[in-house]
């Protein structure tokens, strides 16, 4: 037996004012989505900014309804925007914010599971790194350089 180790790995910021004027104003766009989530039964607002390679953005957020928790993540909303009206657009960044109604968010909120997995698949088609930055409503900034490091021992389309 031979033990591995693999690990994600990214860069701490102790707030967005760190951040270069690209990511800070991309982190911004991601902020303002969350003000247009439908979260009514989470009270959880999530906001996802995509920055294309064309410098366009496009924007997603949450979205839940009554047969909770069957609602849909921001940065599946954005990434699937992204796909069905930009098939061939790469991603270069993306940006997501959280906000509560319950309590202040006073860390980064990274990507579930399952919309690791999904932003993987684009990552992976378009044979390119998507930057990832995600916060809370306040605080400190994560950026990882790609989905890949967010998602250690990722399944893959390779494996079928």
Not at 28 to 55: Q, R
Not at 63 to 79: H, L, T, W
Not at 107 to 124: D, F, M, N
């Amino acid at each position: 037996m031979k033990k591995i180790n693999i690990a994600a790995s990214g860069y701490l910021f102790d707030s967005i004012d760190e951040l270069s004027d690209v990511d800070k104003h991309l982190m911004k766009e991601a902020v303002e989505a969350t003000k247009k989530s439908y979260s009514p039964y989470s009270n959880f607002k999530v906001g996802a900014a995509l920055l294309m390679e064309d410098d366009s953005v496009i924007i997603g957020n949450n979205q839940e309804n009554a047969a909770y928790p069957s609602g849909m993540c921001a940065e599946r909303v954005a990434i699937w925007k992204a796909g069905s009206n930009f098939p061939n657009k790469k991603v270069k960044k993306l940006a997501i914010a959280a906000i509560s109604t319950n309590k202040t968010v006073d860390k980064p909120v990274g990507p579930c599971g399952a919309c690791r997995q999904t932003l993987l698949e684009y990552e992976i088609n378009q044979e390119e790194p998507i930057e990832v930055l995600f916060m809370g409503e306040i605080g400190k900034v994560v950026k990882a350089e790609s989905v890949t490091s967010l998602l250690p021992f990722s399944f893959d389309s390779s494996y079928l």
